[in-house]
């Protein structure tokens, strides 16, 4: 399979995972990496576009976006987009009814352009990794050496596989993501039944293994490294 613009960064990823010593995401990494480039466009080049203009007006961003824009450095950029949607916020809210105040308040509450983004983005990226293992027998190698995923990504994996995937493909691919899920879930049991125990005055003595991180991997594995 050739690569692509779509394919590259999936690869190089997926390849890095392989020959590095920690145990990370890739599709976590990978979303970073998106983020962090809608970071710097929308601070950037994509600030004085009308059509972004309008969507950042409407839409804002989220506690989580704006606390890594003010961190980024570029204060004109970010202060700028603000000027603009607080003044579309304050013509929207201050004439309108308390019921239709509320209701525009709370859409900002559960919106973010940067996270609008990033998901869009995100959902084809994953559907590429998707579509390179079923026609890239070089890539399927390299999916089955990784020694991690996050459970967020384990079932964005598994439903794009599902709806995407003819169902012999599926019956194929299933099973691989499952075998990965079922590796990490028994290691972190185990890690984290050990934990417990050492703190049983039994087991004081007891090497700790590889249980010592094993509550901060856990939650690592169930909340994913996005955010």
């Given amino acids: ?34 983020e962090n480039d809608e970071l710097s466009l929308i601070l950037g080049a994509s600030m004085m576009e009308p059509d972004v ?4 007006n409407r839409l804002g ?26 003044n579309e916020l304050r013509d929207t809210v201050s004439s309108a009814s308390p019921e239709k105040a509320a209701k525009r308040i709370t859409e900002l509450e559960n919106s973010c352009y ?8 995100f959902r084809h990226l994953v559907s590429n990794a998707v579509y390179m293992w079923e026609t890239d ?12 995923f996050c459970i967020n990504h384990i079932a964005a994996l598994l439903d794009c596989g599902k709806s995407e995937m003819t169902k012999k493909v599926f019956k194929e691919f299933a099973p691989a993501v499952r075998e990965k899920m079922d590796e990490i879930l028994s290691s972190l049991c185990d890690d984290v039944s050990w934990f417990c125990k050492k703190y049983d005055y039994r087991y004081e003595n007891e090497p700790w293994g590889n249980a010592k991180d094993s509550p901060e991997r856990s939650i690592k594995f169930l909340g994913g490294e996005t955010k």
């Fill in 1 to 34: 399979m050739a690569e692509t613009i779509y394919t590259i960064p999936i690869n190089e990823e997926f390849e890095a995972r392989i020959e590095s010593a920690d145990c990370s995401c890739p599709l976590c990494n990978l979303y970073k990496k998106l």
């Fill in 114 to 121: 940067v996270c609008s983004r990033v998901e869009e983005n």
């Fill in 53 to 56: 203009r309008i969507k950042t």
């Fill in 61 to 86: 961003f989220c506690p989580h976006h704006y606390g890594k824009m003010l961190t980024n450095g570029k204060r004109l950029p970010l202060a700028l987009m603000l000027e603009s949607h607080l």
């Fill in 137 to 148: 027998g070089e890539f399927r190698e390299k999916f089955s050496k990784q020694s991690y």
